[in-house]
């Protein structure tokens, strides 16, 4: 079992910046796949960016060259770096922990863009 606890959103600008984290409450060290995913009202969730244990990275088309993720596994944390953000970007952002033993999600932040 893990729990994660995600922090960061709020109210931006377009054109502003986020950094979402998620804490995890142990080790994401042998964690096979952190990602960061989003559901905007009345949308499927969908994937955003994804980092496996070795580092490999994985965007969505929508966000590649904007948003970064990054780990720190001393930390049991994960970021979401979101620079440029757009209107379409408002969404509630979750964070998934997949391991050996299941996939775990947190409750999300909100993330809000205005124009």
């Known amino acids: 079992q893990v729990q994660l606890v995600e922090s960061g959103g709020g109210l931006v600008q377009a054109g502003g910046s986020l950094r979402l984290s998620c804490t995890a409450s142990r080790s994401i060290f042998n964690i096979n796949i952190m990602g960061w995913y989003r559901q905007a009202p009345g949308k499927q969730r969908e994937l955003v960016a994804a980092?496996?244990?070795?580092?490999?990275?994985n965007y969505a088309d929508s966000v590649k060259g904007l948003f970064t993720i990054s780990r720190d596994n001393a930390k049991n944390t994960v970021y979401l770096q979101m620079n440029s953000l757009k209107p379409e970007d408002t969404a509630v952002y979750y964070c998934?922990?997949?391991?050996?033993?299941?996939?775990?999600w947190g409750q999300g932040t909100q993330v809000t863009v205005s124009s």
């Open positions: 980092i496996t244990s070795g580092g490999v990275t």
């Open positions: 998934n922990a997949v391991s050996y033993y299941g996939s775990y």
